[in-house]
């Protein structure tokens, strides 16, 4: 028999739930708490499913059958309601999702597994272009027209590498929008169609190695900071990259053993990577370490100890000294490359010292070999021919301390 009002108020609690059946698979469950609450028992894919309709009298009887009845049309037109209910929840939640609460969680999950550097510009982007952009705006809302839009205001500055890391950020924000739910589809897909044409390609422009020394012998009387002049010499002593340079600490150095080793979180390739320190090196270091010594950092920020010093300084100081686009802190890696290739070294030996992976992924994959002990030579050789090319020529010795 149909349930009545008067029936359902009627009801008393036991000491263990029973039902009240009001056909169709529409029923009142009595709690022994004395709530009564409202359940649907339906069949999908063959199989006997359960759905909670709410609870009497919040969800009074009419409202009840109501939902039975639009439950039960569900299933006629093959949809599973307690998969529906499921889906509009979680569009409902989408709704009030930002687009920086989805950011920073994608950020959050994946800056562990990239290199310091990478997480570091990943965040740059968010915090300077992003964020402030669309940050606030539901990610629901956000069209492939408000991306272009995005990108096309920073490619207006004439930053078009921004404008592509940017553009691949975006994309993989909402992929993981997608892999969450959160999204049905990317509008960050094919970004790159409308992108502004790539300016020529323009390799890190870097000196000629018999041009050493009048650099040196600018580097030694420019009004520099004595950090800066020490970096600039490291660089062109262990061809490392700026960044993995800036970020380094003392206890990645082992000076009695003249090595250093950057661990693999703050690698490109995400591996460790030994640098051999030529005896010049070492000299400089130790010299450094008389003054930063005290911090962990071989270069702490002059406003925050904890932070390394700035990413544009080595090249600044570079631009003050006369060499703008003739010098960059990253050229000092081709300038070694192109040397010691000309001077006939093994290419293995030259591309583990700059830390690049094997262009054969095969080969890469299996070859461990650091090559550490011809390193060590090659680079000492390195150091020994500036030295004697500044001798030569009447300059500084590089390995002079400051």
Same mark, same amino acid.
């Given at each position: 028999?149909?349930?009545?009002?008067?029936?359902?108020k009627?009801?008393?609690?036991?000491?263990?739930?029973?039902? @009240?059946?009001?056909?169709?698979?529409l =029923?009142?469950?009595?709690?022994?708490?004395?709530?009564?609450?409202?359940?649907?028992k339906?069949r999908?894919?063959?199989?006997?499913?359960?759905? *909670?309709?709410?609870?009497?009298?919040?969800i009074?009887l009419?409202k009840?059958?109501?939902? $039975?009845?639009?439950?039960?049309?569900?299933?006629?037109?093959?949809i599973?309601?307690?998969?529906?209910?499921?889906?509009a929840?979680?569009?409902?939640? *989408?709704?009030?999702? !930002?687009?920086?609460?989805? #950011?920073?969680?994608?950020?959050?999950?994946?800056a562990?597994?990239?290199?310091?550097?990478?997480?570091?510009?990943?965040k740059? =982007? @968010?915090?300077?272009? @992003?964020?402030?952009?669309?940050? *606030?705006?539901p990610?629901?809302?956000?069209?492939?027209?408000?991306?272009? %839009?995005?990108?096309?205001?920073?490619?207006?500055r004439?930053?078009?590498?921004?404008?592509?890391?940017?553009r691949?950020w975006?994309?993989?924000?909402? $992929?993981?929008g997608?892999v969450r739910g959160?999204?049905?589809?990317? +509008?960050?897909?094919?970004?790159?169609?409308?992108?502004?044409?790539?300016k020529?390609?323009r390799?890190?422009?870097?000196?000629?190695?018999?041009e050493?020394?009048?650099?040196l012998?600018?580097?030694?009387?420019?009004?520099?900071h !004595?950090? !800066?002049?020490? *970096?600039?010499?490291?660089?062109?002593?262990?061809?490392?990259?700026?960044?993995? @340079?800036?970020?380094?600490?003392?206890?990645e150095?082992?000076l009695?053993?003249? !090595?250093?080793?950057?661990?693999?979180?703050?690698?490109?390739?995400?591996?460790?990577?030994?640098?051999?320190? +030529?005896?010049?090196?070492?000299?400089?270091?130790?010299?450094?370490?008389?003054?930063?010594?005290?911090?962990?950092?071989?270069?702490?920020?002059?406003?925050?100890?904890?932070?390394?010093?700035?990413?544009?300084?080595?090249?600044?100081?570079? $631009?003050?000294?006369?060499?703008?686009?003739?010098?960059?802190?990253?050229?000092?890696?081709?300038?070694?490359s192109?040397?010691?290739?000309?001077?006939?070294?093994?290419?293995?030996w030259?591309?583990r010292?700059?830390?690049?992976?094997d262009?054969? %992924?095969i080969?890469?994959?299996?070859?461990?070999?650091?090559?550490?002990?011809?390193?060590?030579?090659?680079?000492?050789?390195? #150091?020994?021919?500036?030295?004697?090319l500044?001798?030569?020529?009447?300059?500084v010795s590089i390995?002079r301390?400051?």
């Open positions: 028999m149909p349930l009545t009002d008067s029936t359902i009627a009801a008393k609690s036991k000491e263990k739930s029973y039902k @009240l059946s009001d056909g169709h698979g =029923y009142l469950e009595i709690m022994p708490n004395g709530s009564k609450l409202w359940r649907l339906y999908h894919s063959e199989k006997e499913k359960r759905l *909670a309709l709410g609870a009497y009298p919040t009074p009419q009840a059958r109501q939902r $039975r009845e639009e439950a039960r049309q569900l299933l006629a037109d093959g599973d309601p307690s998969s529906e209910r499921q889906a929840k979680q569009a409902q939640k *989408a709704d009030k999702l !930002t687009f920086e609460v989805l #950011a920073r969680e994608w950020y959050s999950y994946n562990p597994r990239w290199a310091e550097s990478t997480a570091y510009k990943a740059l =982007y @968010l915090e300077n272009d @992003l964020l402030p952009s669309i940050g *606030a705006r990610i629901t809302s956000i069209t492939r027209p408000d991306l272009v %839009e995005l990108v096309r205001k920073v490619e207006a004439g930053t078009l590498n921004a404008a592509g890391k940017i691949q975006l994309h993989q924000i909402f $992929r993981y997608l959160v999204v049905e589809s990317n +509008p960050a897909t094919d970004l790159n169609v409308v992108a502004a044409p790539a020529a390609v390799h890190h422009p870097h000196v000629t190695f018999a050493l020394p009048v650099l012998s600018k580097l030694e009387i420019a009004k520099i !004595t950090f !800066t002049r020490c *970096a600039i010499r490291l660089l062109l002593l262990t061809a490392v990259r700026p960044g993995e @340079l800036r970020a380094a600490r003392w206890d150095f082992d009695d053993c003249d !090595t250093w080793t950057i661990p693999k979180e703050r690698m490109k390739a995400r591996r460790s990577h030994a640098v051999p320190l +030529p005896s010049q090196a070492v000299a400089i270091l130790r010299h450094l370490h008389e003054i930063s010594g005290s911090f962990s950092l071989l270069f702490p920020g002059q406003q925050n100890p904890d932070r390394p010093m700035s990413e544009n300084t080595i090249n600044k100081a570079l $631009r003050l000294m006369g060499y703008e686009g003739r010098q960059t802190g990253h050229g000092f890696r081709h300038l070694l192109t040397e010691l290739n000309g001077r006939g070294y093994n290419s293995d030259i591309e010292q700059l830390a690049h992976g262009a054969d %992924e080969r890469d994959t299996y070859n461990h070999a650091t090559y550490l002990p011809q390193r060590e030579d090659m680079m000492q050789a390195w #150091a020994d021919s500036i030295d004697a500044c001798t030569s020529a009447n300059v390995k301390k400051a």
